[in-house]
Structures are given as C-alpha cells and as structure tokens.
Antibody, heavy 117, light 110 residues
Framework: QVQLVESGGGVVQPGTSLRLSCAAS????????MHWVRQAPGKGLECVAIISRDANYIYYADSVKGRFTISRDNSKNTVYLQMHSLRVEDAAVYFC??????????WGQGTLLTVSS | QSALTQPRSVSGSPGQSVTISCAGT?????????VSWYQQHPGQAPKVMIYDVTKRPSGVPDRFSGSKSGKTASLTISGLQADDEADYYCCSYVGGYSFVFGGGTKLTVL
C-alpha cells in the first residue's frame, strides 16, 4: 500500500526559509516522478514542483520559480521542497503526490505552512 | 498554464444527478485523454474518483462517471448521497510530467 508522509511545515516569518520532506513507501520510489501540490486556505489545488525519477527534469510553477527547489534522495525514498524567501501568499497545505500513470493515485496528508509576521 | 474552468458550485437533492464541467484548451483537456477528477472533503487530502477521462479506480462507486467532448470534460454523479457533498477538482495532464487543475467546484447535497 502506497504511503506518503509529509513533514517540516510550521509557522515562519516572511523572507525566511523552510524545507519540507515527503517519505514514500509501498512502491519503487526511484521509478517514478514526484510532485508537490499546495492548497492555500479556502483555495484550490496548485502544482508547485515536479521532479523526474532521476532528477533530470524539474518543473516549477511560475509563482515559486527561483525561490523553491525540489530534490529527491532515491536511497531514502524521500522528496524534498526547499523554500526560500517565503511570502505570505505561500501559506498553504503542501501535499506530496504520486502516480504511476497520468493522474495522482496517492496523496500524503499534507503539511501546513503558515507565513506571518 | 492557466487553471481549468469549473463552476464554483453545484447542488442537487439526494437521489438526483449532477454534472460538473471542466473547460480547458487544446493544450490540456482537448489535447490529451488524461483528465482526472478528485473529491476532497474538508480537512482531508484529495481522492481520485476518475482518471483517463472515464476510468474509475477500484472502490469508487459506479455512480461516478466521466466524459469529454472537445475541450470540456465532465463529471457526473448519479444517485446523489449525503457523503458526496465535497469539493471536486478536475485535472489535466499537459505534457512533460506536468498537470493543471481546475479551480474546484463545491457540491452541496440539499
């Protein structure tokens, strides 16, 4: 059974940095791309970052490009999201998501980021 | 990539059917047969209800069905039940491992 467990969220001030982690199990992690999707309070879903299985292809939403970095450690079955220069508008629940085909089969429970002065 | 267009809300009485639309472009919905739909109850993670336009994952009731015509996909829920009340999001593959979501539709069961 696929399991995704996010961690690292919290309350931070604007301009600071934070790293999120997502530990995966139940599938061959190194065979698949991984995604970070966020949801601001009361808002919809937004794909933030994607990393291919070998990290050779990486995509960022325009809203986070240049500030966020996605990475993965296939030996630890973990994907990371390093966030710098955080803004109030980055506040959201951040989900880790996975799919073996062209949709998201499994989601983590999410980790909450609050950005406030 | 702009978000797909969904109605903000729909409603129906128990036992009735409702349809949620998802309008896109030739670069997303119209260009790929990889539209998926997600149900999200408050405080929970999204759950896939439909994938590849019309396919249902194991465990999803056949009251949920999907279709697509041109650049617009649709989710139909028949025999509405109280537990169907949730937010629903469409999603389309757009190439290069990337996806775009719709803005979400709040379904109210009257």
């Amino acid at each position: 059974q696929v399991q995704l467990v996010e961690s690292g969220g919290g309350v931070v001030q604007p301009g600071t940095s934070l790293r999120l982690s997502c530990a995966a199990s139940g599938f061959t992690f190194s065979d698949y791309p991984m995604h970070w999707v966020r949801q601001a309070p009361g808002k919809g879903l937004e794909c933030v970052a994607i990393i291919s299985r070998d990290a050779n292809y990486i995509y960022y939403a325009d809203s986070v490009k240049g500030r966020f970095t996605i990475s993965r450690d296939n030996s630890k079955n973990t994907v990371y999201l390093q966030m710098h220069s955080l803004r109030v508008e980055d506040a959201a629940v951040y989900f880790c998501a996975w799919g073996s085909q062209y949709y998201f089969e499994s989601w983590g429970q999410g980790t909450l980021l609050t950005v406030s002065s | 990539q702009s978000a797909l267009t969904q109605p903000r809300s729909v409603s129906g009485s128990p036992g009735q059917s409702v349809t949620i639309s998802c309008a896109g472009t030739t670069s997303d919905v119209g260009g790929y047969n990889y539209v998926s739909w997600y149900q999200q109850h408050p405080g929970q993670a999204p759950k896939v209800m439909i994938y590849d336009v019309t396919k249902r994952p194991s465990g999803v009731p056949d009251r949920f069905s999907g279709s697509k015509s041109g650049k617009t996909a649709s989710l139909t829920i028949s025999g509405l039940q109280a537990d169907d009340e949730a937010d629903y999001y469409c999603c389309s593959y757009v190439g290069g491992y990337s996806f775009v979501f719709g803005g979400g539709t709040k379904l109210t069961v009257l």
